[in-house]
């Protein structure tokens, strides 16, 4: 029961991937218009910045890991069969 609950929490395929980054990039952008009101000038604006990159830095990341884990998975069969 534990491993089908835990399953719930694995990105499976791109487009779970792609509503993660999604969420991650709306939360950014509302976290920069705070920092916007906080920092206002060139330092809120650098913050703002700051966190959409980090966004964009995780997406890639995610959808790499995707990758290479359908590469190794192809890999795996190839062993086996």
């Given at each position: 029961?534990?491993?089908k609950f835990s399953r719930l929490f694995v990105i499976k395929n791109r487009f779970e991937a792609s509503a993660i980054i999604y969420a991650l990039a709306l939360g950014s952008a509302q976290r920069g218009q705070i920092y916007l009101s906080q920092y206002p000038g060139f330092g809120g604006k650098l913050l703002f910045l700051a966190s959409c990159l980090a966004v964009f830095m995780a997406g890639a990341k995610i959808m790499d890991a995707m990758k290479y884990e359908r590469e190794a998975k192809a890999a795996a069969v190839e062993v086996e069969g």
């Open positions: 029961m534990l491993r």
